[in-house]
């Protein structure tokens, strides 16, 4: 009889590919099991919490009267969800049809609203819409800026940034009666003011003042080849009859000023769609879309009177609202 010699005749792939034993399939099987289940429990334990948190977001946001506990109650809820759990229930249109963050703006409750911008890292597009809309209706400027709601140039932001250059600074003042139109106040100074616009050849910022989105900012006109300033209304604004100024502070002749007037109201502004086309139809007077002027070649020169030392420009914005 022949002897099989242990070392020899057994090919090493047979034994690889030997099925597993039947103590290693019940062990991976029951691992499986136990992971599946694990990951329902969770899911199961996770959904009756978010319904709570949410009942409890919303008793937050339609109340009128906010109490200290009504913080210390947005804490809680917090620390119920994962971050991201708690940031998306607080973007999404669950209270009638609406995000929590929607109502809180909408309701004027400014501390609910600080409790909730630590958990919101970035806001989705959807919402980002929405909650410009609510800042548009309760003209909440500092909530737009706080939750950086503005449309700006993204690659000048980060050029800014590049640049080592401080934020720019901006007071919105509120409307104000003459005669039987309202007018409004805004005030910038834009530091690295000439080498941002000589790099980027634009220089753009939103702001919300009586009941409107507004844009403000400097370009350069393609046709007359010449640096321009103006303003125009951002969506999802109503359209309105404006009539502008500004006033540019003369760091070397305090006195002197540069001004710039529309000596009469201007055309309907309507704001603008992404693509460009006009929303609005048949406005009485015609449509425009913004107001600018024309600033000529002073912004290229080196040190001109209206750039501080340090490079900042400082300007004044008022339009007067037509009441028509």
């Known amino acids: ?103 809180a703006i909408v309701n004027n409750q400014r501390q ?20 410009r809309l609510a800042c548009m209706i309760t003209s909440d400027h500092a909530s737009f800026m706080q939750l950086k709601l503005a449309d700006i140039d993204a690659k000048g932001e980060a050029l800014r940034r590049a640049l080592g250059c401080p934020p720019d600074e901006m007071e919105v003042h509120e409307t104000v009666k003459v005669g039987n139109d309202h007018q409004f106040v805004a005030s910038f100074c834009i530091k690295m ?4 616009l000589r790099i980027t050849h634009k220089l753009r910022y939103e702001f919300v003042v009586g009941g409107r989105i507004w844009r403000f900012g400097f370009e350069m ?26 006033r540019i502070e003369n760091s070397k002749v305090p006195s002197c000023p540069f001004e710039g007037r529309s000596p009469k109201f201007a055309e309907t502004l309507v704001p603008k769609e992404i693509d460009g086309h006009t929303k609005y139809d048949n406005v009485a007077n015609g449509a425009c879309t913004f107001r600018r002027w024309f600033l000529g070649d002073w912004v290229m020169n080196e040190n ?3 750039v501080d030392c340090d490079g900042s420009l400082r300007i004044t914005l008022g339009i007067i609202c037509k009441n028509q």
């Open 112 to 131: 609910v609203l600080l409790a909730f911008a630590p958990y919101i890292s970035e806001c989705s597009p959807a919402c980002s819409s929405e909650l």
């Open 221 to 246: 006109d393609t046709v007359k080849w010449t640096w321009c300033m103006g303003y125009s209304l951002s969506e999802p604004s109503l359209p309105v009859c404006s009539k502008g100024s500004y």
């Open 193 to 196: 003011f000439q080498k941002r």
């Open 304 to 306: 001109p009177a209206y």
């Open 1 to 103: 009889m022949a002897t099989i010699n242990p070392s020899e005749g057994v090919d090493s792939k047979s034994i690889g590919s030997a099925p597993p034993s039947y103590d290693r399939a019940v062990a991976s099987s029951a691992s499986a099991q136990s992971f599946s289940l694990s990951s329902l429990f969770s899911f199961l334990l996770i959904k009756p919490k978010r319904t709570v948190v949410l009942s409890r977001i919303r008793d937050i946001v339609l109340t009128p009267n906010i109490t200290p506990s009504s913080i210390s109650i947005v804490n809680a809820c917090a620390a119920d969800l994962t971050t991201k759990a708690f940031s998306k229930l607080l973007q999404t249109p669950n209270i009638e049809g609406h995000s929590a963050l929607y109502w």
